[in-house]
């Protein structure tokens, strides 16, 4: 069979939260709005904060309400809304489903809920780490969601008037693994040389980066230095 390689673009086109709450057991709960995330608003990419969030409750739900949930939502008509009537004699009635509401821009009548535990989202940012770092049953864990994510394809035009392929993603998780494959096979998917950085993992920018930052690559040859002449300190102590 011949392969065919396109020139495209991966795009996020899930919504945001309306509400969203953390429980004393630490429970994430919320419902979605009808509006759509804007990535190009978004401070870093979804799969860069996630490996470098902590696990407080406040810390999850700032990301919930920027990003979206970690996991699927539960998707159901609002209470109310009927069938969709044959436009014409010869058709069958059709029974609305939320995915039909929402191709025909009924996004109102679609009730999207979701909910998951703390415990949850570290398993999902293990995965991550893990993968992020080169491990190669989490990279084929992730390789696994991106084989049966469920994509939609559409066009788009390039800033230079060109048509390219567009493959949008509704669920973030399947985002994040997406991208962070794509960095990831593109070498840029890299962990902070500074031993104490505290937020390590970042996409490389340039081929000889090996610190997120530069106050980190400071720190970094401080830490080398202080080390060297401790070891220096010690060799004169011995003789």
Known sequence: MISYYIDGAVGYYGHIPESVVVSADGVVTGKLSSMRAKPSAWPEAPHVALANSTLKPN???????????????????????????PRGPFDAATVLTPEKARNLGMDGAVHETFSFSLHNFAELQDQIRLAWRGERTALGVLRQRVNAANFQVSLYQDPGKLEKVLLRIPLLWEFICVILLIDYDAGRARTCANSRCESPYFLQQRADQECCSHRCAVERNNLRRAEQKRIQGKGKRAR
């Open 59 to 85: 810390t999850v739900l700032a990301f919930t309400r920027r990003y979206g949930p970690i996991n699927e939502p539960e998707i159901r008509l609002v209470e109310g809304v009927r069938a969709l009537r």
